[in-house]
């Protein structure tokens, strides 16, 4: 009997949902393989006007347009950003209540990305992409700083359409672009040179954030024993790269006015300035992103979010061969990471991070994602309706990581007490609360689990039976979602 897809499904996409007859194991890996050797039509599917659409109450058509064009267009959310800035001054100075224009400002970019990832990874068939989005949102952090929330939702979709180019497209784009520039304090990071200074425009200096998280960050590692002077070097590279605003002109852009002038060296490679710098920016990223040692982390950093939290060394040089061969070329690794998929035991060994659990619950009941638009009375409170705030308590929120590093992808950071029972808090939402019901969870809330139903999650016999004698039936999806085989794929 051929298998069925259900555990791949939950290792590497969103799980299934029980009113739908399983597919087989090999058309999930067919459908896996499409979606990346295909990417064009995923790429193409935006959805956010529809999406935005959908939601009936707590957007005005005015904001609607907004919200479109600051996640599809990096220059509105630059122009979006300033206005807000000159909103909040003019609040400030009519001593007016500043809740609605800081929700504005710092919540809604937030809520409206991850209600657009929520949309994304629940209602389209692409979940081994949408499973490398999150992955890479995740080795890429950015979060709120420097009123960069704006420019946040932006920075994801910019991710989703160009994670299956070649690595060093992907870490130019991410460490040009306007959220990360704000977020890693590059926009006032000025030479010392700089005819900026000379002028005394500013008396800005350099700032290393952006320059020594895209070494130990993005591409070699420590590992790679760079020294103070290379990330000296990748920071007067860095000077210039800011987010413009003046001269109608609203891009994160090299003003060279602002750049450290001659030649600088990394790992001991020079590069010489030049008048548009971002040659000399893509020059130095190509370099990092094609050594083994880029190679190897992508590679290591893939297996253990997509494999096991110590990935087998055998399969990390597998992909970093590939990686290597194919220099730097994305698609490929992600096809050599489906092969061994393929081959993997059917264990559930890989605890599922928050988010993923949340919308693996979520689509096993077949409830759409909550779409609640924060209002300014409920800022900073916890609402059900609002899927920033359900992610924010579960633990995993992109845009409130509290470091560059992003979020754990290893068992132990999320195993606790605390964070189980905020899953515990989640899983008795549903069949209960207005905006978690659907037709299967009122079939299981007049039958409970069948055991076809039980089977499917490959639940041990002591936890199928601990499901199966719970009452009220509320607590059978809190059993079932919080049972370690749930919490586990």
Known sequence: MENTADWISRRAGFGFRLSEDPISEKQWFTNARNSVENSKSYISNNRIKPLLKSIKRGLKDEERKIYSGITLNQTAAIVYRNQLEKEEKRAEKAQEDPDRVYTLKARRPIWLSAIRRADLCLNTKEDFANRLWLFWLNYFTVSQANSNGPCIPHFHEMIRKNMFGNMSGLVFKVISHSAMILYLDNNNSTGENSKARKEKWT??????????????????????????????????????????????????????????????????????????????????????????????????????????????????????????????????????????????????????????????????????????????????????????????????????????????????????NEYLDRRVSFSALFGVNPSYKSDTCMSIKKSGFSVTDLERFNLSQYSQAFVSDSRPFQSQFVTLLCSPGFLRS
């Open 203 to 416: 008396t800005d200096g350099t700032n290393e954030n952006l320059a020594r998280e895209t070494l130990e960050l993005y591409t070699v590692t420590p590992g790679n024993g760079y020294t103070q002077d290379d990330v000296n070097g990748m920071t007067n590279i860095l000077t210039g790269w800011k987010v413009k605003s003046w001269d109608n002109v609203y891009k994160a852009q090299f003003v060279n006015d602002y750049h450290e002038p001659g030649t600088h060296k990394v790992l001991g490679k020079k590069y010489k300035s030049t008048k548009k710098g971002t040659r000399q920016l893509k020059d130095v990223v190509e370099d990092l992103t094609a050594l083994e040692d880029t190679a190897r982390h992508v590679s290591f950093r893939l297996c253990q979010h997509f494999i096991s939290d110590e990935p087998n060394p055998k399969h990390v040089e597998q992909l970093t061969a590939i990686y290597i061969k194919n220099k730097g070329k994305l698609t490929a690794v992600y096809l050599g990471l489906l092969d061994i998929l393929q081959t993997l035991e059917h264990e559930q060994d890989k605890f599922l991070n928050p988010e993923v659990w949340a919308y693996q619950s979520l689509k096993t009941l077949n409830v759409g994602p909550p779409t609640g638009v924060p209002l300014v009375p409920s800022f900073g409170r916890f609402k059900i309706k609002n899927i920033d705030s359900i992610l924010k308590e579960l633990g995993l929120l992109h845009g409130k990581a509290s470091q560059p590093n992003g979020w754990a992808e290893v068992e132990d950071d999320w195993l606790s």
